[in-house]
């Protein structure tokens, strides 16, 4: 965010961006310290990636689900398409970039342009959806990005690139190697991903997110999360601005996937299912929608908590079922702020139930239900 924008912002507004990142570095530094001490265990620095791959991803959707108020179930695609690109090309250009970080961003960077193209792509057809229909749709698309990974052979050879699917015909030379092997994924990863590198990615996602929250097009977003008809009768293009955050949070999810694939020796496309997705979700959910720290602590909650809970791994997809539907909605007069508990009583007194639903900016009346 530039400094200029920054000192623009309503106070509480500023104080809440600084906070937000403020929490991040200190997190980050803090478990520098305890590597550099010895304090942290082998464990958990091997899950120090994936909880930045997974705040990143949590950052992505909840610019969709808390800021546009569309409900989103196929970043696991978006991250699969990044991390497969992302992999692809680090090995590719494991002898034009020999220096891992480098080579690293530069993978990144592909990764997050082939989930952009990706996201543009899906969203041409899907984003004149909204609500359910919007959240089935986005699902089936991240289902059909990992059957295609599964069904994809890439192998390159001193003769160039070449690719097949549903059954390896690639005819490599010798000296080739099968890069992307179908059901068995990408093998022989050299990890280079850091930590370093994914609070770095952090920092960006964060920039990124805010700057468009606080411009012109976040006002546009939440105005379409508050009042779909309202701003289409103010001029505001539905389509486009949905494109747009679509498109911003498929290029994080590309990045993070690119940056959590290498973080491992293998990747396989099944690891990006519809359980990732809603692992995601309940990051936004448990956080707040439209919270970006709490999506961010939520995010390395529940990356780290599993970990030290394996006995309760049956249960887990249960509490997150749980967790949405606690957190989707909440009853007229329950947990309302004083200020609007006159409207949840004129509900009553009319004998109708609303709903009113928690984002950033307070508390919003939908439309009564009988």
């Not at 520098?32 to 950052?59: D, E, F, N």
């Not at 952009?116 to 059909?144: C, M, Q, S």
């Not at 004083?338 to 900016?361: H, I, M, N, V």
């Amino acid at each position: 965010m530039t400094i200029k924008r920054f000192v623009n912002l309503k106070r509480a507004e500023a104080r809440r961006i600084f906070t937000t990142y403020a929490v991040v570095t200190a997190a980050y530094g803090f478990m520098q310290i305890l590597s550099a001490t010895g304090l942290l265990s082998s464990t958990m620095r091997g899950m120090l990636v994936p909880v930045c791959a997974y705040m990143v991803m949590a950052i992505a959707l909840n610019l969709v689900v808390g800021i546009l108020g569309e409900l989103s179930l196929g970043h696991a695609g978006f991250m699969s398409v990044g991390a497969f690109t992302g992999v692809t090309s680090a090995i590719m250009l494991q002898n034009l970039i020999p220096f891992a970080p480098a080579r690293l961003a530069v993978a990144m960077l592909i990764g997050s342009g082939f989930a952009a193209a990706a996201g543009f792509l899906i969203g041409i057809p899907v984003l004149r959806l909204k609500g359910d229909y919007l959240a089935i749709v986005t699902l089936a698309f991240g289902e059909i990005i990992k059957s295609v990974f599964n069904n994809f052979y890439l192998g390159m050879d001193s003769g160039g690139i070449s690719f097949s699917m549903l059954s390896d015909s690639t005819r490599l030379l010798p000296g080739g190697r099968l890069i992307i092997a179908g059901p068995m994924g990408i093998g022989g990863i050299q990890k280079i991903s850091t930590f370093t590198v994914g609070f770095i990615l952090v920092m960006i996602a964060l920039a990124v997110v805010y700057n468009l929250m606080n411009s012109r097009a976040g006002r546009a977003f939440m105005a379409i999360r508050d009042d779909r008809i309202a701003a289409e009768s103010v001029g505001i293009n539905i389509t486009r601005y949905k494109m747009m955050a679509f498109v911003t949070s498929a290029a994080l999810a590309g990045a993070a996937g690119a940056l959590f694939a290498m973080n491992y020796s293998t990747i396989v496309a099944n690891k990006f299912d519809f359980n990732t997705s809603i692992l995601v979700l309940v990051f936004v959910v448990l956080g707040g929608q439209g919270n970006i720290l709490g999506s961010i602590v939520a995010a390395a909650a529940l990356t780290i908590l599993p970990e030290k809970l394996r006995q309760f791994a049956d249960y887990r997809m249960l509490l997150y079922a749980v967790v949405l539907i606690a957190g989707h909605e909440q009853r007229c007069g329950e947990g309302v702020p004083d200020s609007l508990q006159p409207l949840c009583e004129a509900c009553r007194e009319g004998g109708r139930t609303c709903r009113l639903s928690g984002g950033r900016r307070g508390w919003f009346p939908s439309r009564p239900m009988p």
